[in-house]
């Protein structure tokens, strides 16, 4: 499984991006009985979860982005978004997708994804 992040940008405070996540290697109906999983780097600090989307749809946000950012997928598609929203100097980050192909327990601990891509740079000034 192959995972490869894009949209991420510079911004200012207050704005919007939306990020993609694109899967390869594996199928359509596999994909979507997958968790998935954005999360987040800033320099110095621990890898931190931002939003899941479980096999059936069932979401999960970090506390600093709810209200603000919206997880979604296209299982037909084998992608996965990060709607960004007002979006705050603290959000400046390299974000991840990440994937795990067990739904149970599907949410924002890091251990539990077995996939990650390279990242994609969020700068928030």
């Known amino acids: 499984v192959q995972l490869v992040e894009s949209g991420g940008g510079s911004v200012q405070a207050g704005g919007s991006l939306r990020l993609s996540c694109a899967a390869s290697?594996?199928?359509?109906?596999?994909?979507?009985?997958?968790?998935l999983g954005w999360f987040r780097q800033a320099p110095g600090k621990e890898r931190e979860g931002v939003a899941a989307?479980?096999?059936?749809?069932?979401?999960s946000y970090g506390d600093s982005v709810k209200g603000r950012f919206t997880i979604a997928k296209d299982s037909a598609k084998n992608l996965l978004y990060l709607q960004m929203g007002n979006l705050k100097f603290e959000d400046t980050a390299m974000y991840y997708c990440a994937a795990a192909p067990v739904g149970a327990g599907c949410g924002l601990n890091k251990d539990y994804f077995t996939h990650w891509g390279r990242g994609t740079q969020v700068t928030v000034s």
């Open positions: 989307i479980d096999s059936v749809g069932s979401t």
């Open positions: 290697g594996l199928s359509s109906s596999a994909y979507s009985s997958y968790c």
